[in-house]
T-cell receptor
């Protein structure tokens, strides 16, 4: 079974731009969660989608948004990028919830 | 809200040494507890988990016991290998608003020297 895939793996953007990251979950998994990982703040929960609906959202500004498609693939979007958005963005999928989440390799975003 | 505190790193050990990484948690309910491992350049992998008090999770020689009385979930391994070098994260599942999310500790970097 293929694992969680994330594209792109690396991204360089400048302040003020926007970015879209993609996540393809393990086949059959309906829950997709997104996390931001930085050296200072560690791993922080962004949001979770289940069957195309956002079920939960972390404490991030409205510039961070996401969606999930009918095939469970998910995208997250960050608008008006700031330097502090530089991070590793991890996607995780599971059948229904976080009890057994499988993580992708992440997308490393650098904002200049 | 719920939180996880794990020992600060980095931790440096020699091969075959005994490993303990401390993890304590604060939670209002009865969360499930996890240890994840992150190898350089990769995402997180679930190492082990425990879903209720006194449960012991184990995998690849690593063990952790869910201690409700001390709100702890310390990770142990009797004899570490160079290949165990990685960052280890303790986490709990936090039920919120009908869905659960993982709350992570800051991570502990382990380096094992030959």
């Amino acid at each position: 079974k293929a694992g969680v895939t994330q594209t792109p793996r690396y991204l360089i953007k400048t302040r003020g731009q926007q970015v879209t990251l993609s996540c393809s979950p393990i086949s059959g998994h309906r829950s997709v969660s997104w996390y931001q990982q930085t050296p200072g703040q560690g791993l922080q929960f962004l949001f979770e989608y289940f069957s195309e609906t956002q079920r939960n959202k972390g404490n991030f500004p409205g510039r961070f948004s996401g969606r999930q498609f009918s095939n469970s693939r998910s995208e997250m979007n960050v608008s008006t990028l700031e330097l502090g958005d530089s991070a590793l963005y991890l996607c995780a999928s599971s059948l229904e919830g976080p009890e057994t989440q499988y993580f992708g390799p992440g997308t490393r975003l650098l904002v200049l | 809200g719920d939180s996880v505190t794990q020992m600060e790193g980095p931790v440096t050990l020699s091969e075959e040494a005994f490993l303990t990484i401390n993890c304590t948690y604060t939670a209002t309910g009865y969360p499930s507890l996890f240890w994840y491992v992150q190898y350089p350049g990769e995402g997180l992998q679930l190492l082990l988990k425990a879903t209720k008090a006194d449960d012991k999770g184990s995998n690849k020689g690593f063990e952790a016991t869910y201690r409700k009385e001390t709100t702890s979930f310390h990770l142990e391994k009797g004899s570490v290998q160079v290949s165990d070098s990685a960052v280890y994260f303790c986490a709990l599942s936090d039920f919120l608003g009908g869905s659960e999310k993982l709350v992570f500790g800051k991570g502990t970097k382990l380096t094992v020297n030959p």
